[in-house]
């Protein structure tokens, strides 16, 4: 169900996974119960996924915490000022 990304030592939700959504929704209800109850799980997911489950709106900001070298590369096509950027 999850991917475990060795370089930023995160989990993410595995995109090709063949589980249904109802079992993503019993993980999340399982952990939903284990921060209510202040249970410390070893389990770590990018700020965005928390930001999901709290309603807010992610941002480039979260997205560079996921994945620097990829937000850097955003960051830095949106820093640019060159006309010609899209050529």
């Not at 480039?60 to 996921?66: A, Q, S």
């Not at 820093?79 to 050529?87: G, I, M, V």
């Given at each position: 169900m999850f991917i475990y990304n060795e370089e930023h030592?995160?989990?993410?939700?595995?995109?090709?996974?063949?589980?249904s959504p109802i079992k993503f929704e019993l993980v999340g209800i399982i952990l939903g119960l284990?921060?209510?109850?202040?249970?410390?799980?070893?389990?770590?997911f990018p700020m965005v996924i928390y930001k999901k489950l709290m309603s807010q709106e992610a941002d480039?900001?979260?997205?560079?915490?996921?994945d620097p070298s990829v937000g850097q590369s955003l960051q830095a096509i949106l820093?640019?000022?060159?006309?010609?950027?899209?050529?």
């Open positions: 030592r995160y989990y993410w939700i595995n995109g090709d996974s063949i589980e284990a921060i209510y109850n202040g249970v410390i799980l070893d389990v770590h480039l900001e979260d997205f560079k915490l996921f820093d640019n000022t060159d006309p010609n950027l899209e050529s």
